[in-house]
Each structure stands twice: as C-alpha cells, then as structure tokens.
C-alpha cells in the first residue's frame, strides 16, 4: 500500500515510484480531500480508520506500507491504532520534527544551494499563510525548487504534477490528539525503514535522524537527493525500498 504526501495531494506525482511497480505490486491509496475523494480529511490521525478500510476491503491480512512526507503521519497512526495488521513500513523522506521536536534544518541544506530559485523558494517559506486556492497554488509553486537536490528539465516536470487544495491541507491538521507523538513512540510499530534524502531542504536531516531513532527504525541515507527520491535517484531509492520489503516478510 501505498500513500502520497502533500498532504493531500493528488497520487499522480508518484508514478510507479521510480519502477517499483516492477518488483511490487502497488496499491496506491487516495486519501480523503486528494485525487478521486470528495471528502476533506478528518484529521490524519482520524484518518487511519481509512487505511483499514482499504486494508480489509482488498482482503490483504498485513500489508507492507511505503508512505511519503506527510502521508508518513497517517501510515504511522494507523500502525499505531491498529497494532499488528501491518507488516513492515517503509518512510519516505518523512515530515519529522513534530514527532522529536528536533529543530529543522532545512535551512542549513538550503545555504548550500546556489539558484536563485531555491533562494526564492526558501524566502517564500516565510511569507504570510495563502488565504485562497490560487495564492495556495501560487505559494506551492515559488517554493517547489526546494523539494529537489537539482532544479533541471526533469525535476520541473515532476513538480507540476499532482495538485491539492488548501482546504484539504488545512483539514489535514485538525482534532489530531496531543499525545500523537508520545502515543506513536510507545506503539509496538511493524519493522520500519526510513529513506532520507541528504540534500532535503523540507524534511531537513537531523529531524530525519532523529525520527528514525525514536522509532527504532532503519535508517537509508540517499546521496545528492532531495524530497522525491524515487523522480531523483530512482536506482539508490529502489535498492533501499525493495531489500526491505524482502527482508520484512
């Protein structure tokens, strides 16, 4: 099983995740306020109910589940919620600071940076909250170029694709318990790998480092990678994921 970031964004910008669709048959799943839904999230954590949907209606006793950035939020609820009805999870450059409060970095990557875009990108970080879909979509554009460790022909291509709304992922955040994070770190979570990018301005690193620990998880470092590892190095990504998926059974 498979679920998309954003949060809430339409799962088209995943692909086949960097061919991964080869050596695994996927099962993307569309999360509430993205791609074929016509309802708003209740809340990642409420949300988890979802995925237990989805899980009994394909009939799969314990699947393995591959999240990314902020679809990591719901992947862990619902193995935190639903103890044991999930193999092994793998978690792709995760939104983390929330679960440590390590402080994020980003910022330290991004001074390694030279284009312009990504000076641009990183500023409009900062500006004031959009108020409508057009500002939203606006904001998501100007700050795209931080997503990825190169700004190229490729990389732009990627971005445009899979869009979501502010009101999906303003809805995404609500009625969330405040022991989310403390609930999370005493579950008995599946065996867990989490894949880094090294040069990701919005994960950061030390915030990744930090949740792979909390989490008692493995720990895949990807070179000269930003935010979408499988769109900037789908090699390295598919020779992290596939291995622990094997090694999980």
Not at 222 to 237: A, D, L, M, N, T
Request: charge should be negative.
């Amino acid at each position: 099983m498979v679920i998309p970031g954003g949060p809430c964004r339409n799962p088209v910008y995943l692909g086949d995740l960097g061919g991964l669709a080869a050596h695994r048959p996927l099962a993307i799943v569309h999360v509430r306020g993205a791609g074929r839904t016509g309802h708003l999230s209740r809340g990642w954590w409420n949300d988890a109910d979802d995925v237990l949907a989805v899980v009994d209606a394909l009939g799969l006793e314990a699947p393995d589940v591959l999240a990314h950035s902020a679809g990591t939020r719901l992947a862990i609820a619902a193995a935190t919620r639903f103890e044991g009805r999930f193999r092994s999870l793998a978690l792709v450059t995760p939104a983390a600071a929330w679960l440590t409060g390590t402080a994020h970095d980003g910022a330290a990557v991004a001074a390694r940076r030279k284009e312009p875009e990504v000076a641009a990108a990183v500023a409009a970080f900062n500006e004031p909250d959009p108020e409508d879909d057009r500002q939203f979509a606006e904001a998501l554009r100007v700050q795209a170029p931080a997503g990825y460790a190169r700004w190229a022909v490729r990389e732009q291509r990627h971005a445009g694709l899979g869009a979501s709304t502010l009101a999906a992922a303003r809805a995404w955040f609500r009625d969330v318990p405040d022991d989310a994070a403390e609930r999370v770190r005493a579950a008995a979570l599946p065996p867990t790998l989490v894949v880094g990018g090294a040069e990701d301005i919005l994960s950061g690193v030390e915030p990744v480092r930090a949740y792979a620990d909390a989490l008692g998880a493995g720990l895949a470092w990807i070179e000269k990678c930003g935010h979408y590892p499988w769109v900037e190095r789908p090699q390295e990504f598919i020779h992290a994921v596939v291995p622990w998926c094997v090694a999980a059974r």
